[in-house]
């Protein structure tokens, strides 16, 4: 069991780092408290309130279009519901669509390939599958792996998940 923090304020300041200017996103119960609320209230950004997750694909490839830095953030169970759209949007048309994917109920310090929960479990395996670069932050210090990640999935044109291991604190 972990018992590192991972804070909103540290994933905020990253997305920052990293030059996002939008957030496309679904309330999630890992993220929506320490990071979207204060993501939504801070004047760096613009916030893009999206009904499904695999509108906010097609949105963050727009923004890419315009030469604009967005990053989608989502719950695991709206990535699973993303896979049509993040195949053929953001693998086959090779777009930089940067995903923070909140891990709910995944279990501290467990990697996301031995959760118990098996909807949970499969996560990895789906974006190994779709060539989909990806990682896991689990604390602070894996948050500092995030602007370097998005830098490389924009030089790249690639997608990129950074996989949110368990509730955000401030």
């Known amino acids: 069991m972990s018992d590192v923090e991972l804070s909103g304020r540290t994933i905020i300041g990253a997305l920052k780092a990293a030059r996002i200017e939008f957030i496309v996103a679904l309330p999630d119960a890992t993220m929506s408290e320490h990071v979207l609320w204060p993501l939504a209230r801070d004047k760096d950004f613009k916030m893009v309130r999206v009904c499904k997750e695999d509108e906010g694909v097609s949105i963050c490839?727009?923004?890419?279009?315009?030469?604009?830095?967005?990053?989608?953030?989502m719950q695991y169970?709206?990535?699973?519901?993303?896979?049509?759209?993040l195949r053929a949007i953001a693998v086959e048309l090779a777009q930089p669509i940067c995903m923070l994917v909140g891990m709910l109920s995944k279990e501290a310090g467990v990697p996301v390939v031995r959760s118990k929960l098996y909807s949970v479990r499969i996560v990895e395996p789906i974006l190994g599958a779709l060539g989909i670069d990806h990682f896991c932050?689990?604390?602070d210090g894996d948050v500092a792996l995030l602007p370097p990640a998005i830098d490389r999935a924009y030089a790249r044109s690639l997608p990129l998940a950074a996989l949110v291991g368990h509730r955000v604190s401030p």
């Open 61 to 73: 490839a727009g923004l890419t279009g315009c030469g604009r830095r967005a990053a989608l953030l």
């Open 77 to 85: 169970t709206g990535f699973l519901d993303s896979i049509n759209a």
């Open 137 to 139: 932050m689990e604390g």
